[in-house]
């Protein structure tokens, strides 16, 4: 795949670049890709597969000299950015309903838009979060090992209920505050068949940062001891910093999700809620109703000029509560455990971010994104600096003459910062909710993507703009921007 970039503004609009694995330019400029894969063969008691994806991009972006946090920026030169990305790079081995994948390699995204054969490869999902709030495809992946059990159907339920999961570990590469800090993933679900139609599925994903070394206070606990700490999601010991013996060991989050299916003749029809949580608190639904809201209905023939309808809220406002802790008036302390501040953390500053991009939900951006120094090319990004926002988000997707499929997104975002540093206005944080009339800033995102195949050869096409008051790129003024992406792709 060829590609070139193009933007009105010294940035490109946000979905031209939100959720595609960290790899398009980031400003005017090209990428090349060049990609091979394999499949499993049902044929064979042991399947493996293999996959390889090389990228090659330049961008003409300028951040300023410093980041908003005010540490040295090494990419504030005039020239152009190369990169060399390794985007996947993977091996796979299969049996029955076990699989192993050892390497890089992205992980799988739903609500994809276009058919099988031809959408996905580069419209990608219909979703702000690929559905998952978690891991949306906004970033790049990470090398490491997951042990996945396929769906599968538990004894003497006959077949009405089914269970699946996966087990991981990874090592981050990229430039950040906790330098080598390790990644530790558990994911468990199950499926219950209500009727020949009607689905019921929950989902709990939990990750895990650990280890590493820290700029100031060195080494971080590592070794089998604290590695069982982590995946149990124990407290440090004593060679822990107080904040994680008090707490849990390195910087957890995850999300539960529950999810409905109803599949009719020729349709489906799903609902699901993506619930994020980085504490206790958040874990025992304390941060109830934030969340991901999706609703989406598809046709099972994707040739049609609509297939695919899909509609989302995000509201992530009250992260269980504007006070962590209070003392009432008799001097006794409460913990009510408010202010979870999704993707931060105080120890592994740089949060829930790899190679400089948000992993999770795109609408968190990161720290620098409203200054316009924010550094995608080597130095540290400091978490997201927007965590409490109101977004509604609309996807369609489909065939233009039944030959060209395409995807229209549109996004409309209310952007509130975090509670410690709000965009603008008083921050309610320590306050009695609504005693604080929050004032947002306003974004709105709209692409026009897709693809023309002539056999092999398929022209790839974008048209995007923004709208609003944050992906200003430091003007700190309401400004609207616009590009454009035009590229090639050969299949074999």
Request: charged content about 15%.
């Given at each position: 795949?060829?590609?070139?970039?193009?933007?009105?503004?010294?940035?490109?609009?946000?979905?031209?670049?939100?959720?595609?694995?960290?790899?398009?330019?980031?400003?005017?400029?090209?990428?090349?890709?060049?990609?091979?894969?394999?499949?499993?063969?049902?044929?064979?008691?042991?399947?493996?597969?293999?996959?390889?994806?090389?990228?090659?991009?330049?961008?003409?972006?300028?951040?300023?000299?410093?980041?908003?946090?005010?540490?040295?920026?090494?990419?504030?030169?005039?020239?152009?950015?190369?990169?060399?990305?390794?985007?996947?790079l993977y091996g796979s081995l299969r049996w029955k309903v076990f699989s192993l994948d050892l390497g890089m390699k992205h992980r799988e995204q739903g609500f994809l838009a276009g058919s099988a054969s031809q959408g996905p490869a580069y419209l990608g999902s219909l979703s702000t979060t690929g559905g998952n709030i978690l891991w949306s495809g906004n970033s790049r992946s990470l090398p490491?090992?997951?042990?996945?059990?396929?769906?599968?159907?538990?004894?003497?339920?006959?077949?009405?209920?089914?269970?699946?999961?996966?087990?991981?570990?990874?090592?981050?590469?990229?430039?950040?505050?906790?330098?080598?800090?390790?990644?530790?993933?558990?994911?468990?679900?199950?499926?219950?068949?209500?009727?020949?139609?009607?689905?019921?599925?929950?989902?709990?994903?939990?990750?895990?940062?650990?280890?590493?070394?820290?700029?100031?206070?060195?080494?971080?606990?590592?070794?089998?001891?604290?590695?069982?700490?982590?995946?149990?999601?124990?407290?440090?010991?004593?060679?822990?910093?107080?904040?994680?013996?008090?707490?849990?060991?390195?910087?957890?989050?995850?999300?539960?999700?529950?999810?409905?299916?109803?599949?009719?003749?020729?349709?489906?029809?799903?609902?699901?809620?993506?619930?994020?949580?980085?504490?206790?608190?958040?874990?025992?639904?304390?941060?109830?109703?934030?969340?991901?809201?999706?609703?989406?209905?598809?046709?099972?023939?994707?040739?049609?000029?609509?297939?695919?309808?899909?509609?989302?809220?995000?509201?992530?406002?009250?992260?269980?509560?504007?006070?962590?802790?209070?003392?009432?008036?008799?001097?006794?302390?409460?913990?009510?455990?408010?202010?979870?501040?999704?993707?931060?953390?105080?120890?592994?500053?740089?949060?829930?971010?790899?190679?400089?991009?948000?992993?999770?939900?795109?609408?968190?951006?990161?720290?620098?994104?409203?200054?316009?120094?924010?550094?995608?090319?080597?130095?540290?990004?400091?978490?997201?600096?927007?965590?409490?926002?109101?977004?509604?988000?609309?996807?369609?997707?489909?065939?233009?003459?039944?030959?060209?499929?395409?995807?229209?997104?549109?996004?409309?975002?209310?952007?509130?910062?975090?509670?410690?540093?709000?965009?603008?206005?008083?921050?309610?944080?320590?306050?009695?909710?609504?005693?604080?009339?929050?004032?947002?800033?306003?974004?709105?995102?709209?692409?026009?993507?897709?693809?023309?195949?002539?056999?092999?050869?398929?022209?790839?096409?974008?048209?995007?703009?923004?709208?609003?008051?944050?992906?200003?790129?430091?003007?700190?003024?309401?400004?609207?921007?616009?590009?454009?992406?035009?590229?090639?792709?050969?299949?074999?």
């Amino acid at each position: 795949m060829l590609l070139g970039a193009m933007s009105s503004g010294s940035v490109m609009p946000f979905w031209a670049t939100a959720n595609r694995f960290g790899i398009m330019p980031e400003a005017d400029g090209a990428i090349g890709l060049v990609s091979a894969h394999s499949q499993f063969d049902p044929s064979q008691t042991l399947q493996w597969r293999w996959g390889a994806s090389l990228a090659a991009g330049m961008d003409m972006y300028y951040p300023p000299g410093s980041d908003w946090n005010g540490g040295p920026n090494p990419a504030s030169s005039n020239d152009p950015k190369t990169r060399i990305m390794m985007d996947e790079l993977y091996g796979s081995l299969r049996w029955k309903v076990f699989s192993l994948d050892l390497g890089m390699k992205h992980r799988e995204q739903g609500f994809l838009a276009g058919s099988a054969s031809q959408g996905p490869a580069y419209l990608g999902s219909l979703s702000t979060t690929g559905g998952n709030i978690l891991w949306s495809g906004n970033s790049r992946s990470l090398p490491g090992y997951s042990l996945n059990l396929e769906p599968v159907a538990v004894p003497f339920t006959k077949g009405k209920l089914e269970v699946f999961g996966s087990y991981g570990d990874y090592r981050t590469i990229d430039t950040r505050y906790v330098q080598g800090a390790l990644l530790h993933n558990m994911r468990v679900g199950f499926t219950i068949h209500i009727t020949n139609r009607l689905d019921f599925m929950g989902q709990l994903d939990h990750f895990a940062l650990w280890s590493g070394t820290h700029p100031i206070n060195g080494k971080r606990p590592s070794g089998l001891g604290n590695y069982i700490r982590v995946v149990t999601g124990s407290s440090g010991g004593s060679n822990a910093t107080v904040s994680d013996q008090i707490n849990v060991l390195g910087d957890q989050r995850g999300a539960e999700l529950l999810a409905l299916r109803w599949k009719g003749n020729g349709y489906s029809v799903t609902f699901q809620h993506d619930i994020p949580y980085d504490d206790g608190s958040g874990m025992g639904l304390q941060n109830f109703p934030d969340g991901v809201n999706t609703l989406h209905f598809g046709l099972d023939d994707k040739t049609g000029w609509v297939s695919d309808v899909l509609l989302e809220y995000a509201t992530t406002m009250w992260q269980s509560g504007t006070r962590h802790d209070w003392t009432d008036a008799e001097g006794k302390k409460h913990i009510s455990g408010g202010g979870d501040n999704y993707f931060n953390n105080g120890e592994y500053r740089s949060g829930w971010t790899f190679f400089g991009r948000t992993a999770g939900i795109p609408m968190f951006y990161p720290s620098g994104t409203r200054y316009g120094d924010w550094n995608p090319f080597g130095g540290y990004v400091f978490g997201v600096e927007n965590n409490r926002l109101k977004a509604v988000h609309l996807g369609l997707a489909g065939m233009l003459f039944k030959k060209a499929p395409y995807k229209l997104m549109l996004t409309g975002n209310r952007a509130f910062g975090t509670y410690a540093k709000p965009y603008t206005g008083e921050s309610q944080w320590n306050k009695d909710p609504g005693t604080v009339k929050e004032t947002p800033l306003k974004q709105f995102s709209a692409a026009f993507m897709g693809e023309v195949p002539f056999k092999s050869l398929s022209v790839l096409y974008g048209l995007y703009a923004d709208k609003g008051e944050v992906l200003t790129a430091g003007s700190l003024k309401p400004s609207s921007i616009f590009g454009a992406t035009m590229g090639l792709r050969w299949s074999l």
